[in-house]
């Protein structure tokens, strides 16, 4: 099984991956994830991240398909859940083309559905409560990061709804509401 998690920052992509992850067995590829452990060892790539990441900006292209792809191969046809990736239309196809070429098929895309409100009192809350609070747990940062995904990430919306993969979810429920309602489009899937 293989599934896409997207939605703004902060609206609790982590959180059900995390979930979908225990219950199914996947492996997580989270590309903030990916790039925040770069960061926290120093590497080249991270110092480049977190420079990027820290204006509110995304990391390019092609690095994060670079590292997508090491990751899939390192999985080695397991089953597993993207955490916000793809961001943009262009990953989106790149994704496709990457699967087609591994014989693997992306079965599930799910849009976390949040109002920018919202999110924005979610992330300073988790500033707030959080001592390990994220570099970019600001509002400024996630005003930007906003930005950015309204004018790329949301394209990916109609590519998926072409494709009969996406669902949208209500993320403005309670964590347990989200999840059942991923867990039932999840129990549709037609079996392999």
Known sequence: MIIVLFGPPGA???TQAEKLVDK????QLSTGEMLRDAIVKGSDLGKKAKAIMDRGELVSDGIIL???RQKIEETKGKSF???GFPRNLEQAKALDEM???LKLTLDLVVEIVVDDDILINRIENRAQASQNARSDDNEEVLNKRLKVYHQS?????PYYLNKRKL???DGIRS???VTNDIESHIRNLPQK
């Not at 199914?24 to 492996?27: C, T």
Request: charged share 35%; proline share 0%.
């Open 81 to 83: 859940i993207f955490d």
């Open 153 to 157: 990430t949301e394209k990916i919306r």
């Open 99 to 101: 699967l087609n070429q």
């Open 66 to 68: 670079s590292m997508i």
């Open 12 to 14: 609790g992509k982590g």
């Open 167 to 169: 669902v949208k979810i």
């Open 24 to 27: 199914h067995n996947l492996k």
């Open 175 to 177: 964590i347990e509401e």
